[in-house]
């Protein structure tokens, strides 16, 4: 069992269950007045904790929410999984650019 900050317990609250409604960074923000960044964070560790917090980052009804089916959660990992393809294609591209030469590849609009 997880003792909850009382950070975590006000936003943990302000996340609905299933998708059927979801809540933004930036509602959550307006309510709390608590930084996007600190959000993020306690969204983070509140899913660490095992709470199947999960998001929709595709449709117009974006936000966070509580996945409460089979279904909600594959929904939920599609765009997890889809963050870290992002994230891996990012860091190869990292790994594999020219220290010195990076500006010669680039023409300025």
Excluded: C
Aim: proline share 2%; charged share 30%; hydrophobic share 35%.
């Amino acid at each position: 069992m997880h003792e909850l900050s009382t950070t975590e317990l006000i936003i943990l609250r302000l996340i609905p269950a299933g998708s059927g409604r979801k809540i933004t960074t930036k509602q959550i923000k307006k309510v709390t007045g608590i930084s996007i960044r600190n959000i993020r964070d306690v969204i983070r560790g509140l899913v660490l904790k095992g709470i199947p917090i999960v998001s929709d980052r595709t449709s117009s009804d974006r936000g966070f929410y509580i996945a409460t089916t089979e279904d909600e959660r594959r929904a939920g990992m599609s765009q997890f999984n889809n963050q870290l393809n992002d994230m891996a294609r990012r860091k190869r591209a990292i790994q594999n650019a020219d220290l010195n030469g990076w500006r010669s590849t680039i023409k300025e609009g």
